[in-house]
């Protein structure tokens, strides 16, 4: 039997292979433990799934082990995004919610996110015991289940409507007024995942010219990944120039991560449009509180936050981390360069959806191009160059240990100033620039991420680093 992990982000396993019927109930016998060990027994579990390969298939599975245990289940009635299963979490006073999502992952790969009452993503220390009691169930084979027409019966089961909630509440968050008179036209790409129609209906709720693309279900995501990042968004930017479109919006498969495309089919970086929402809540919005990062993501932040008076948070890779911090209170903005943030007043959850009315509203605020805006924004903090190198080594754990021990002292021509070992390591160079090397923990990969004061030192660093793989023979 395979070996079920909760990783940065929930457990993600091929279908059929580790990702089975037999598994998946064995997880929702897990949580219906967990949830009963803390005493949350009374109140009702969500269940949610986006648009993959038996999504609704493995959600039902959930629903019928959660309810043989006695929990009141709420089956959302279509996929969905998971930061509006989140959302729900809090609206229904749920327990959690379980989530059938592997996010971004290619369409052979399903999963299952666990969602706390507080709406956000689990700590390490639910996960690990959710791990304990998945063991325990193995071992025990004490998984218990019974039909869904029974779950109705015993009025265990009920299929709930979420999205008219959600968006109701989106419509709190995002300033529709400002939408409804600008001049904006906006391309959006759902990539084929649950995001479908969420960012495109309340566009043209509000009155903004937008058109959607890959808004159908498909659990082969038309032969590409649902990953919004500048790889995998061409059409989106072929869409966006043909059509001489303002702005390119796009999520992931669960709609947790946002994507941009400025006019000129050009891609923003998660750490670009961080640093732009962070200028359009102050300046726009007038919105005060900390600002949390995690330590792979962009120090322009830092930067504003201390022209604007702001505390800075860093926390370890994964939303989990910015999501805990956000729970403390007072947090303007949290987010990481892989895609994820979310905002004051809202769920400790990443929400793509969100994020990209949020850009399209600051357009309408500003009535530039996101371009433009960003250009305004490096004329008044100065711009910092970025680059992230992901790489498969032979001995990835090895190779990782032994930099996280003994980092080099120069990288390039630049001297390491400080050494940090938050998660990973990361080298805080001369000038400002710095380096952080970290292994994934939702890939087998090693992760290198730079950030330099100007283009021509980020080349220096990325020379410097493909020299060590070169020595190495990969
Ligand atoms: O770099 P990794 O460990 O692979 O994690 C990358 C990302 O994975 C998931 O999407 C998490 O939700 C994110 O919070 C995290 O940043």
Redesign the pocket.
């Known amino acids: 039997m395979t070996t079920i992990r909760f990783g940065?982000?929930g457990w993600r396993d091929i279908i059929a292979d580790g990702f089975t019927v037999e598994n998946v109930r064995i997880v929702a016998q897990a949580i219906a433990s967990y949830t009963k060990e803390i005493g949350q027994q009374e109140q009702p579990v969500l269940v949610g799934h986006d648009t993959r390969f038996l999504g609704r298939r493995f959600a039902e599975e959930v629903a019928a082990v959660l309810t043989a245990n006695d929990i009141r289940t709420y089956l959302v009635n279509e996929a969905a995004p998971t930061p509006a299963v989140a959302f729900g979490v809090k609206h229904f006073a749920a327990s959690g919610a379980i989530m059938i999502t592997a996010?971004h992952n290619p369409p052979e790969y399903n999963g299952i996110k666990y969602i706390p009452e507080y709406a956000g993503?689990a700590t390490p220390v639910i996960t690990q015991r959710l791990e304990e009691w998945i063991s325990e169930t193995c071992q025990a084979k004490s998984v218990r289940t019974i039909s869904l027409a029974e779950a109705k019966a015993r009025k265990l089961l009920q299929v709930i409507v979420l999205r008219p909630h959600y968006e109701a509440h989106l419509r709190r968050m995002v300033n529709m007024d400002v939408l409804k008179n600008s001049s904006l036209s906006v391309v959006v790409d759902a990539m084929h995942g649950a995001g479908m129609g969420y960012v495109s209906g309340f566009l043209s709720e509000a009155g903004v010219k937008n058109v959607g693309i890959r808004e159908v279900p498909d659990a082969a995501f038309g032969g590409d990944l649902p990953e919004p990042n500048d790889k995998h968004l061409h059409l989106l930017k072929k869409e966006v120039v043909e059509r001489q479109a303002s702005l390119g919006l796009a999520n992931d498969g669960d709609a947790d991560r946002f994507g941009v495309v400025d006019r000129f089919g050009q891609y923003i970086t998660p750490n670009e449009a961080l640093v732009l929402l962070t200028y359009h809540l102050r300046k726009n919005r007038g919105l005060s509180g900390r600002i949390v990062r995690?330590v792979a993501t962009t120090h322009l932040l830092d930067r504003m936050a201390k022209h604007y008076g702001l505390e800075l948070v860093e926390t370890p890779?994964?939303?989990k981390y910015v999501g805990e911090e956000m729970r403390k209170g007072d947090v303007l903005i949290g987010g990481?360069e892989?895609g994820?943030a979310s905002i004051l007043g809202h769920i400790p959850e990443?929400d793509g959806v969100l994020i990209n009315l949020l850009l399209a509203e600051m357009c309408a605020y500003e009535n530039k191009g996101i371009d433009q805006i960003l250009r305004d924004v490096y004329e008044q903090f100065g711009e910092l160059f970025h680059t992230r190198l992901d790489m498969k080594l032979p001995e990835k754990d090895q190779w990782i240990q032994q930099m996280i021990a003994n980092p080099p002292a120069l990288i390039g021509p630049y001297q390491v100033l400080e050494i940090q070992r938050v998660d990973g390591v990361k080298l805080l160079l001369e000038e400002g620039h710095w380096v952080l090397i970290r292994p994934?923990?939702?890939?087998p990969l090693v992760?290198i991420y730079c950030e330099a004061t100007n283009a021509t030192a980020l080349q220096k660093l990325q020379d410097a680093i493909r020299e060590w793989f070169l020595e190495i023979n990969v």
């Open positions: 940065t982000d996010s993503p995690t890779v994964g939303f990481e892989s994820g990443k994934s923990g939702t890939e992760r």
